[in-house]
């Protein structure tokens, strides 16, 4: 009798760990669909529409390089406590899979009703036409995954993300519209500025540093020049930095645009060499000190580029 109450106690102690820690008054915290995005762009937007029935929770950070995440043990921890896992898709953030599979967490498995793919029902840019292989280094096999830059793309991307939490809280849909609905207007409004800020620079040339900002291009009516790499992930040769700053002075590129975590002093000797300005854009959320909220980032990227091709 003594040892089964031993057990008991036991057992309880147990239970007692495994149970989510909850501080008074934190009922409502225990309420709420707890969200993990592989990128901030993706918590952002997943924040938008989930306003206070979310609690939303990024793995990597908007200073991290999205291609390549180091998989650590506190990212499977975040995982395996998700209610629901927004990943970007088109291989961007495949290192995902380590991690869930590590956070061995059955809610967010591929196929899962609590896994999220943000990029489904979206034009891919970039599609190549003929088979990459990834072996090569190549990091956009299946078309440029960076599409989460276009604010016209909100719309279907935060239809993606309504679509997935109100399979996990149906009753929560109207509320879900209405927010999702609230942030497209607010967005929308903004648009008409945005484009009349790059009107004038209609058909200008940039040249990246990574193939981040193409749907930001397309969107806003500017051309994709070269890049500094020398194919999406691989570093630049000698030969191939020669041959993109001839090109930028035969075809007048305007402006060099690098992000915060790719070797800007690379960039900045480009530009120099090619007779053009160099900008730093902000590729996420939080990638930039002024890039703080979705619209943040996006009014950032429209400023600086406006300001790059004056
Ligand atoms: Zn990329």
């Known amino acids: 009798m003594r040892r089964l109450a031993r057990t008991l106690v036991r057992l309880g102690f147990i239970i007692a760990l495994g149970a989510p820690a909850l501080c008074p008054g934190d009922a409502a915290a225990a309420d709420k669909i707890r969200v993990v995005a592989t990128t901030t762009d993706l918590k952002a937007l997943t924040e938008a529409v989930g306003a206070e029935l979310v609690d939303v929770d990024a793995l990597a950070r908007g200073n991290q390089n999205p291609h390549d995440l180091e998989v650590r043990p506190s990212l499977m921890i975040k995982v395996r406590r998700a209610d629901m896992l927004v990943i970007n898709g088109l291989e961007l953030d495949q290192w995902a899979e380590v991690v869930v599979q590590g956070a061995n967490?059955?809610?967010?498995?591929p196929g899962a009703s609590g896994r999220i793919d943000a990029s489904e029902g979206l034009p891919v840019l970039e599609v190549p036409t003929t088979r990459v292989d990834r072996s090569l280094g190549d990091v956009h096999p299946v078309g440029n995954p960076h599409y989460t830059v276009?604010?016209?793309?909100?719309?279907?991307?935060?239809?993606?993300?309504?679509?997935?939490l109100a399979r996990l809280q149906p009753q929560s849909r109207p509320v879900f519209e209405k927010n999702r609905a609230a942030f497209l207007a607010r967005l929308d409004e903004a648009m008409g500025p945005w484009?009349?800020?790059?009107a004038p620079f209609k058909g200008a040339k940039v040249v990246q540093y990574h193939p981040d900002f193409v749907y930001l291009f397309t969107r806003f009516g500017l051309v994709k020049g070269g890049s500094i790499e020398d194919r999406p992930g691989i570093p630049a040769t000698p030969a191939h930095l020669a041959r993109l700053i001839q090109d930028m002075k035969q075809e007048q590129v305007r402006l060099v645009v690098v992000e915060p975590w790719n070797d800007v002093k690379l960039a900045e000797r480009v530009a120099q060499d090619a007779g053009v300005k160099v900008r730093v854009l902000a590729p996420s959320v939080g990638a930039v000190k002024e890039a703080k909220t979705y619209l943040d980032t996006v009014d950032y990227n429209v400023r600086t580029l406006a300001d790059g091709l004056r």
């Open 150 to 164: 276009d604010p016209g793309l909100a719309p279907q991307i935060t239809a993606n993300i309504l679509a997935g």
């Open 105 to 109: 967490n059955p809610k967010v498995i």
């Open 195 to 198: 484009t009349a800020m790059l």
